[in-house]
């Protein structure tokens, strides 16, 4: 060989040495497919059905793009030291309310986590509270599909799990990865209710030890490929019940929740709205990257590439001077009362706020739970902090202001109400609090948001990303839109006497 190049090459040196990697990286490729049995293995760009451009719906093609070209999305090398394996529940909810299939969906990437292996994220599939008309013109629907990486680009949309993490635990992948990496017959399944019964869960396991049990049988299995079918261990009658709670421990302090970041496209729906929320230029985190080609004071009003956005951290401050309330209306007219009726607690998170939990110190203590003022019923009381009217909203804004201001919160100035309700009524709502005493400087709502038509698919996780990074929150008890900003705000750094309840 050297003599070779010495006769041949001395020329041009670097021919030799492409041609020479080109044959290592050949071979490598060979070997790898002999060896681990990979097809040669790469995704193909999304392309839109066309329904979705009959009916005109946002294609997220560029969030799509994100998704494809994520480092994990690639078959090992020769050299990869840990085979990547992987962990799929193609039984999780996924046309509910989205706050309650991702609550299940942030869940289930912990215990992949914890069991060694990246979480498979699917799309949303907007069945309930569709954003856009989707009936097609033969009068069958074609629901709005929305990427992970529309809400979250933290580990559950497929981000890192940050550092200090295991470099070896896969990140999660999209289900357009794991179709082409877990063909078939290399998947192995799970089914729920035998497993339940051969790590003997019961009534009395709590939630704590279902989460290890779990996570420890899932851990010890080789296989690289594994499907939990037949339902999933933390699906929605167990999240509402009081053993949530005991999950914290673990999944409150877990790489899920501290790397959690909005998505881009959240962050650019909130920066360009900014002016609603402060007469401040925005911070670091909500301006488009690189800074200074726009001067903070002047960003265009139109929507700019995503990529010039970051996602945005829970860990990130706060919005000075911001008290966010959550108002929700609409099918609450109706679920409020039911809620009274059967005598409901207020959902998943929010129970921290119960007296019961509380007393074990060994959550967030959540200062307000659904209390019962003397004289007054249960069921009275419980429709009053579902459905507070506008005499009630009033007066709550202004006592957890002044709480806030006694506990050290510098002046709260601007009020920021995320809600579903009627124009008109709302516009009551602002009329009572901008009046008078209240000396808000601003008072702006879900209604006044500009939003692009992918950004409107995604609203109410835009109000949640403003929400959370509120100074104070006023929010539902009963609501999951609530108790997920409650996880956000305690997982991102916020004391909990700062979020509040009606
Ligand atoms: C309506 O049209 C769509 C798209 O062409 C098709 O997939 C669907 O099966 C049709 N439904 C009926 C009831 O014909
Ligand atoms: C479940 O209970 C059986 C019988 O008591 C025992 O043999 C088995 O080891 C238990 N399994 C686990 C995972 O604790
Ligand atoms: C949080 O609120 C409780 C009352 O609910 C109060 O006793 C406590 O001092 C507050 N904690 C802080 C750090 O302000």
Not at 19 to 42: D, F, K, N, W
Not at 244 to 262: E, I, K, N, R
Request: net charge neutral; charged share 20%.
């Amino acid at each position: 060989m050297r003599r070779f190049l010495a006769q041949h090459a001395p020329a041009r040196p670097w021919l030799v040495r492409l041609a020479v990697a080109a044959t290592v990286v050949l071979v490598t490729g060979a070997m790898y497919m002999t060896i681990s049995g990979y097809p040669s293995l790469r995704l193909v760009s999304y392309i839109p059905p066309t329904h979705t451009l009959t009916l005109g719906h946002p294609a997220f093609e560029d969030i799509r793009e994100y998704e494809r070209k994520l480092p994990q999305h690639k078959p090992p090398t020769f050299l990869t030291k840990t085979k990547p394996r992987y962990l799929f529940f193609p039984w999780e909810a996924w046309g509910t309310g989205w706050n309650n299939v991702f609550q299940e969906q942030l869940l289930n990437t912990h215990l992949s986590f914890l069991a060694n292996r990246g979480y498979v994220f699917v799309d949303y599939i907007a069945r309930d509270h569709p954003p856009f008309p989707d009936t097609l013109p033969n009068g069958t629907r074609h629901m709005l599909h929305i990427p992970m990486n529309a809400f979250t680009s933290g580990p559950t949309g497929g981000g890192s799990w940050g550092p200090g993490v295991d470099p070896s635990i896969s990140r999660p992948i999209s289900q357009r990865w794991w179709e082409v990496a877990c063909p078939k017959e290399r998947i192995v399944e799970v089914q729920l209710k035998d497993t339940m019964q051969e790590l003997n869960i019961t009534d009395s396991t709590t939630g704590g030890e279902r989460l290890m049990l779990w996570a420890e049988k899932l851990r010890r299995m080789p296989e690289e490929c594994v499907s939990v079918i037949g339902g999933t261990p933390f699906d929605y009658v167990f999240i509402n019940t009081a053993k949530v709670v005991s999950l914290w421990d673990s999944y409150g302090h877990s790489p899920t929740l501290a790397q959690f970041a909005w998505s881009a496209l959240i962050t650019r729906a909130i920066s360009r709205n900014f002016p609603l929320l402060s007469s401040s230029p925005p911070p670091p985190t909500l301006t488009p990257a690189p800074s200074r080609i726009f001067h903070p004071t002047d960003l265009p009003s139109t929507p700019l590439p995503l990529t010039l956005f970051h996602p945005l951290p829970i860990s990130a401050p706060p919005l000075p001077g911001l008290l966010a309330l959550h108002v929700r209306r609409g099918d609450y007219a109706t679920h409020c009362p039911n809620l009274a009726t059967w005598g409901s607690d207020y959902n998943t998170w929010n129970k921290f706020s119960q007296a019961d939990i509380r007393k074990t110190n060994l959550y967030p203590a959540l200062p307000d739970d659904l209390s019962v003022p003397p004289g007054m019923s249960r069921h009275d009381a419980a429709l009053r902090h579902c459905w507070p009217e506008v005499g009630e909203i009033v007066a709550r804004v202004r006592e957890v202001r002044r709480d806030a201001e006694k506990e050290g919160v510098k002046e709260l100035k601007t009020l920021y109400i995320a809600t579903n309700a009627e124009r008109g009524w709302l516009d009551g709502l602002v009329a009572s609090l901008k009046e008078g005493e209240e000396g808000w400087e601003r008072v702006a709502t879900s209604r006044d948001m500009e939003l692009a038509p992918d950004e409107l698919a995604v609203s109410q996780a835009v109000d949640m990303g403003v929400l959370v990074s509120a100074e104070v929150f006023i929010g539902n008890g009963f609501s999951s839109v609530t108790s997920n900003v409650v996880q956000l705000r305690l997982a991102g750094g916020k004391h909990a006497n700062t979020s509040r309840f009606w």
